[in-house]
């Protein structure tokens, strides 16, 4: 008898298409650096962070690409666009590579933008890509995370989003003493081992209140449905609107923009918005690029054995 196989799950680049960046945030735990600059450029590597992200959502085959900002962010507006004045200069030049560089970031993705104006909390500035969304699932991708391009998250949740429909988060194990800095959630095994049914979020809960280990990580693919019911949701945590609770609404019984389904992430993952966490992001990805790798992991040897004089 001969056995037919299965046609393989194939992403469904064109169905989802677009993606929301949320970028408004002060990054107060950068300054001064972040006094006249955005948080979301500060440079991982030679790269600033939101382009890391941004290359992301395209690698998924998101393509749209709208950011929400607010004030002082015109200089994500500037990178995502031409610059012909470098670029003319590089021509002269004839420096083929660094005007390729240039462009790169220009040539990435549709960029679109809206202002928060009041930072009323993430569940709010989701809301305010609802005009530019229409009634169709989209992806959210939070800045602070860095997901390593090896590690394809995002292709897998679209994927999981057509196959089960409604919403699909991101979910990653942590340490239960830092769950508290996360959405942290309810979840039921499915018969896929990195897939769980979701049945309730709590946000950044108190201790004892945490009702698994399972963090939420800064990746969503959205139902539409979300929308109506960010714009029902009562300030929560932080008095600010927020995305977990419209989630755990998402997650109840057969709402429409449900089922919650989670991806448990295994991969590599840097939380730029953490000092310590920011370095050792740029530290890794320089320690395996391979123009600067070889001698920069040189000198991280000689430097973390004590052989350096100076
Ligand atoms: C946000 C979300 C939280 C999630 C986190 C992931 O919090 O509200 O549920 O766990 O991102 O990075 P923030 O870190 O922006 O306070």
Partial sequence: MSQQSQPPQRPTPGRISKAVIPAAGLGTRFLPATKATPKEMLPVVDKPAIQYVVEEAVAAGLTDVLMVTGRNKRPLEDHFDRNYELEEALSRKGDASRLARVRESSDLATMHYVRQGDPRGL???????????????FAVLLGDDLIDPRDPLLTRMTTVQHHHGGSVIALMEVDPAHIHLYGSAAIQPTDEPD?????????????GQAPSHYA????????PAVFTVLAHTPPGRGNEIQLTDALKTLATPDHPGGPVHGVVFTGRRYDTGDRADYLRAIVRLACERDDLGPDFRTWLKAYVNGEMDQ
Avoid: M, S
């Fill in 123 to 137: 569940g709010h500035a989701v809301l305010c890509a609802q005009p530019h969304i229409g009634d169709q699932p």
């Fill in 195 to 207: 897939v769980v049914r979701v049945t309730g979020l709590v946000e950044k809960p108190e201790p």
């Fill in 216 to 223: 939420v990580i800064g990746r969503y693919v959205l139902d």
